[in-house]
T-cell receptor, first 111, second 114 residues
Framework: DAGITQSPRHKVTETGTPVTLRCHQTENHRYMYWYRQDPGHGLRLIHYSYGVKDTDKGEVSDGYSVSRSKTEDFLLTLESATSSQTSVYFC??????????FGDGTRLSIL | AQSVTQLGSHVSVSEGALVLLRCNYSSSVPPYLFWYVQYPNQGLQLLLKYTTGATLVKGINGFEAEFKKSETSFHLTKPSAHMSDAAEYFCAVSEAGANSKLTFGKGITLSVRP
């Protein structure tokens, strides 16, 4: 939707391994966001970007890092995955900050 | 700080019945308010939004919501439920401004009985 591609769509990995999720947009929007969705918690903001190389922390940023070297790509990295990071991860984009448009998600399982 | 409360986790209605999903918010400044819908294994889709102006907002698929400042509410309604409305619904709030963050409620699952 809205020119957003998340990859991979599904991933299973082991505790302690590094994991990188990619969000790619074709809309040339300035703002990009990473959320995680967990039952009973709704969506919680991990990190966001307001321009190339400009990022900031969200509500649940511990254990995650991000990078944005190009307008179209926003990467989310789990340096050393833990079981508590098993979740569904959503990328969102926005031209002006609101509203946000979401990708289809990445289902990440950490065993 | 801003927050959203969606009471209950599940609502069940009969096809053709009124849909009412409640949302109350807390914000120290005038809020922007949103309703999103999520179908199984999909991302969130914007249903409607309130920023400024008319307090009754119409969205897609026949849904509407009314911003009531005195009640700090933004309830979502649809006069007649359809089977295709079965999904999870999220209310969200943000402050005005480009760098403001979106805070979501915990979501509510709508089931529609034939």
């Amino acid at each position: 939707d809205a020119g957003i591609t998340q990859s991979p769509r599904h991933k299973v990995t082991e505790t302690g391994t590094p994991v990188t999720l990619r969000c790619h947009q074709t809309e040339n929007h300035r703002y990009m966001y990473w959320y995680r969705q967990d039952p009973g918690h709704g969506l919680r903001l991990i990190h966001y970007s307001y321009g190339v190389k400009d990022t900031d922390k969200g509500e649940v940023s511990d254990g995650y890092s991000v990078s944005r070297s190009k307008t179209e790509d926003f990467l989310l990295t789990l340096e050393s995955a833990t079981s508590s990071q098993t979740s569904v991860y959503f990328c969102a984009i926005s031209e002006s900050g609101q509203p946000q448009h979401f990708g289809d998600g990445t289902r990440l399982s950490i065993l | 700080a801003q927050s959203v409360t969606q009471l209950g986790s599940h609502v069940s209605v009969s096809e053709g019945a009124l849909v009412l999903l409640r949302c109350n918010y807390s914000s120290s400044v005038p809020p922007y308010l949103f309703w999103y819908v999520q179908y199984p294994n999909q991302g969130l889709q914007l249903l409607l939004k309130y920023t400024t102006g008319a307090t009754l907002v119409k969205g897609i698929n026949g849904f509407e919501a009314e911003f009531k400042k005195s009640e700090t509410s933004f309830h979502l309604t649809k006069p007649s439920a359809h089977m295709s409305d079965a999904a999870e619904y999220f209310c969200a709030v943000s402050e005005a401004g480009a760098n403001s963050k979106l805070t979501f409620g915990k979501g509510i699952t709508l089931s529609v009985r034939p």
